[in-house]
């Protein structure tokens, strides 16, 4: 399997579930199971639960493309988050750590 990781997209905003993606790209012949995945995160000094953690692997727009979608089901509420992602296919295994630097929800103040 060639098995490559992109970038990750965070959407993710304090006070909220832990929510983000990542791009992964595969061989166009290729596909990769969502139970091939597993995510662990530690929010500050905090282990987030693996029962709160949900994911998702959705098709791209070419058929070598996927995106790993995470959902947490607790809010956040440290600035730092780390997370660790992990494919454990058949033929490949790869681990990713990414560090999510959690932003205040943006607030609209109202204009005068």
Known sequence: MGLGIGPLTNQTALGQALQFSVAVRLDADESLRSDCVSVEAQAGDTRVS??????????????????LRVYGAVAIDEPVVTVNVHFNCSTTRLSREFVLLIDPPSVELPQT
Not at 50 to 67: F, K, Y
């Open 50 to 67: 693996p029962s709160v953690l949900r994911w998702v692997v959705e098709a791209g727009a070419d058929a070598g493309e996927r995106t």
